[in-house]
């Protein structure tokens, strides 16, 4: 994904192109900035490149104005957002024309350009993710565990054991009840196989499988048995669901 930043003004181009790295910087996001001092200079290299999908663009432009500009982005980038940072007024409804996502009047602080960059992001990018978490009580108190960071769930000496990617290991209050009982949370959220009878393994975290183990992504190993041969039909369902 690309931001197009297009002024030219050498001293604002500089200065809204910074604010917009750092917000990038910011948020870790996977994002690439290129600033262009002419409306003809962006085109001529999106024809060769491609399109962005935010633009960041000022409208009193010598030789063509930024809403000649979008006019000519909307007919090869109909889906682009656009965003006017601008000393003009006069032109806030013509904006509107091509579709703006917002209108900033010069000069814009950075905590503003930050908000609106914001507001972009929150509607182009995918929402991300949220990682379950699990609460383990062990003998010093609740630990809340996410699960991409469970490699395998144990069971040892009626205890369920967590054995985590970064190869450190949290063990779990003892019970009187089964393994089965103890790891029904972890067994109902889809993403962990039973390899054997005392182990579940995270799916998400498997690099590669043989007859008799799953090596996980941190070079850990934990045994498929005999019984649990069926764990690697699961796990490559698992794998392959919906087309991955």
């Given at each position: 994904m690309r931001i197009a930043v297009c002024d030219d003004e050498e001293r604002q181009l500089a200065y809204i192109t910074a604010y917009a790295a750092e917000y990038i910087k910011k948020e870790h996001l996977d994002i690439r900035i290129k600033p262009f001092a002419s409306?003809?200079?962006?085109?001529?290299?999106?024809?060769?490149?491609?399109?962005?999908?935010?633009?960041?663009?000022?409208?009193?432009?010598?030789?063509?104005?930024?809403?000649?500009?979008?006019?000519?982005?909307?007919?090869?980038?109909?889906?682009?957002?656009?965003?006017?940072?601008?000393?003009?007024?006069?032109?806030?409804?013509?904006?509107?024309?091509?579709?703006?996502?917002?209108?900033?009047?010069?000069?814009?602080?950075?905590?503003?350009?930050?908000?609106?960059?914001?507001?972009?992001?929150?509607?182009?990018?995918?929402?991300?993710?949220?990682?379950?978490?699990?609460?383990?009580?062990?003998?010093?108190g609740f630990i809340p565990l996410r699960l991409d960071r469970i490699n395998a769930v144990e069971y040892f000496d009626h205890r369920l054991i967590y054995h985590l990617a970064d190869h450190t290991r949290i063990e779990g209050l003892s019970s009187r009840e089964r393994f089965d009982a103890q790891a029904a949370e972890i067994a109902a959220l889809g993403a962990f196989a039973k390899c054997a009878s005392s182990y579940f393994v995270n799916m998400e975290n498997i690099l590669s499988a043989s007859p008799r183990s799953f090596r996980m992504k941190n070079g850990e190993a934990f045994p498929i048995t005999r019984k649990y041969a069926a764990a690697k039909d699961i796990f490559l369902k698992y794998k392959f669901k919906e087309g991955d």
């Open positions: 409306p003809h200079e962006l085109l001529a290299d999106e024809v060769k490149n491609g399109g962005s999908a935010i633009y960041l663009l000022d409208i009193v432009m010598d030789g063509m104005n930024g809403l000649e500009l979008a006019r000519h982005i909307r007919e090869y980038n109909k889906k682009a957002l656009i965003l006017y940072l601008t000393t003009s007024l006069e032109c806030s409804l013509d904006a509107f024309s091509v579709h703006a996502f917002s209108y900033l009047v010069k000069p814009v602080s950075k905590a503003r350009l930050f908000e609106e960059l914001h507001n972009c992001f929150t509607y182009c990018l995918p929402p991300q993710k949220t990682e379950p978490v699990i609460t383990v009580k062990t003998a010093e």
